[in-house]
């Protein structure tokens, strides 16, 4: 029985990564905006994060902050992350409260996919590059708010 189990649950963790993975791969019609963030985290069963951010949309340029908690991931990590946004049609549906799934794994250097939906409908797709020592498959909420 023993020789199964540990199969049965690597099959498991797998299915799970590789269903996340598809959760937070963005479309391939063309986004309503875009956006450049660097955020930091940290985690330990919870997680915490804090950036900022620029959004490009329709011609304008707006500075946002970032900040995250959640749970799920352990260890420090530099996110450096461009997003794809769906679902956007007038500038200040973009702030707000988000909810996402995200996963990832940082061995000094590695990547991220996230999936952040906020209470307006917008849908945010991440896709960037990690520096540090972390992991991350987890759920979390972020308050996204302009600087200007």
Same mark, same amino acid.
């Given at each position: 029985?023993?020789?199964?189990?540990?199969?049965?649950?690597?099959?498991?963790?797998?299915?799970?990564?590789?269903?996340?993975?598809?959760?937070?791969?963005?479309?391939?019609?063309?986004?309503?905006?875009?956006?450049?963030?660097?955020?930091?985290?940290?985690?330990?069963?919870?997680?915490?994060? @804090?950036?900022? /951010? &620029?959004?490009?949309?329709? #011609? $304008?340029?707006? %500075?946002?902050?970032? @900040?995250?908690? /959640? &749970?799920?991931?352990?260890? #420090? $990590?530099?996110? %450096?992350?461009?997003?794809?946004?769906?679902?956007?049609?007038?500038?200040?549906?973009?702030?707000?409260?988000?909810?996402?799934?995200?996963?990832?794994?940082?061995?000094?250097?590695?990547?991220?996919?996230?999936?952040?939906?906020?209470?307006?409908?917008?849908?945010?797709?991440?896709?960037?590059?990690?520096?540090?020592?972390?992991?991350?498959?987890?759920?979390?909420?972020?308050?996204?708010?302009?600087?200007?």
């Amino acid at each position: 029985m023993k020789s199964i189990i540990a199969p049965a649950l690597a099959g498991l963790a797998a299915l799970l990564l590789g269903a996340c993975a598809s959760t937070t791969t963005a479309p391939t019609t063309p986004p309503a905006a875009t956006a450049r963030i660097e955020e930091w985290s940290a985690a330990y069963y919870g997680s915490a994060s @804090s950036g900022k /951010g &620029v959004l490009h949309f329709n #011609g $304008q340029r707006r %500075s946002f902050s970032i @900040s995250s908690v /959640g &749970v799920g991931g352990s260890g #420090g $990590q530099k996110v %450096s992350a461009n997003a794809k946004i769906f679902n956007l049609d007038r500038i200040q549906d973009f702030t707000g409260t988000y909810t996402g799934v995200s996963n990832g794994l940082t061995l000094i250097n590695g990547t991220m996919h996230a999936k952040l939906t906020n209470d307006n409908g917008v849908v945010m797709y991440l896709a960037g590059e990690t520096t540090g020592l972390a992991s991350s498959m987890g759920v979390q909420k972020f308050q996204i708010s302009f600087m200007d």
